[in-house]
DNA sequence: AGCAGGTGTTTTACTCGTGAAAGATATTGC
DNA sequence: GCAATATCTTTCACGAGTAAAACACCTGCT
């Protein structure tokens, strides 16, 4: 969030954020705290989500970086290179690094090299990763489910329809993903 | 997000979930993605915004957990335990030590302890931390400004209030914040 | 051919956050 | 009063991510 966040107690109506910015315009009146009611939520709502999340992929010794990566390479059906991976799942070299040598350990994907340009390698999902990943989507999809029921079908088709406006712009204005 | 994320590359119109979520159809064309296309958002907001706002607290050589600290001192107007600003800003209390002890090496916060209760500590902000709190918040706010401008106001109301909605959800269903 | 510079990937050194255990003090029940 | 237990905070050992440098290899120029 913008500005630190956090509840000062359950202090009645309303969601955590509420209460923060209160406080803010308590104690500076004149502040436009508009930006931080959105930005705020955003924050708040992937902090509990990824708490939330990790559980079912935590079930199955995953991380949720490790669960991106492995998604990526399934959902695009493709051998992919360390480089296609770091774009795929905006991660640093070093992360990637990391990732595909402990997936590649625990028989979840598999490398060869190039043979034209031997400086790049070639990662594809194992029987075993692809049949992790399948049984895995569906459990991570009907939490999600879930978790979204408080907001009705109507709001969660606003929501994404807004949020991917918002993300739009990011896209556009943050250039330079990372290195 | 839900399963993965990451641009297949800049395909046309929409944002990068559109494209993930165009590769899951394809792969898995009975799977619901409703939830990823939300949860996917906010994640990829989330990291983005990140990202973005990290830069005018960098300037002011502050991360956004310390600057979170250092707002939930702020905002309250009061003295917090380490324990309140667990509960404030959602960190583990091994983080906030640690932050708390740097926090204190820069001349930002000071201790005191408990008279009657000797296990706990009061910390509160020094003039210079107020001071840098109140420098950074407004350009810190003046920022978010421009990165939502591409969502008009209504949106942006509409926004914060779906945002709030779940939100609320997930901080009841959520319970166990830290340790 | 040979080298200058670019690209793809990994390694290195370091920071930060975490969970679990420890430490220090309060409180409760006997 | 004193052991048992609970509470507040810090310490420890470790895992994961990062930026920057190193490495390995390709490409284009001469």
Redesign the interface.
Known sequence: ????????AASGA?????A?VR??K???PD?????????G?????????????DAPLRHAGLTRPE??????L????LELTPGDLI????SSGAAVTKRLKQLTERGLVERRGDTRDRRVAHVRLTDAGRDLV?GI??E??AY??G?????DDD??R???A??????????G??RTPRG
């Open positions: 969030m913008t500005a630190g966040n956090g509840p000062a309303g969601d955590t954020l509420a923060v406080q803010w308590a104690v500076h502040l436009d705290t508009g930006p931080m009611e959105v930005i939520r955003i924050n708040r709502c992937a902090a509990l989500l990824q708490q939330a999340e669960f991106d990566l492995l998604g990526a399934r959902r695009t059906g774009r795929e799942t905006f399948d989507l569906p991570q999809l999600e489910t978790v979204l029921s408080g907001v709001g969660q606003e929501l994404a807004l949020l991917g406006e918002l993300l739009v712009q990011l896209e204005r943050l």
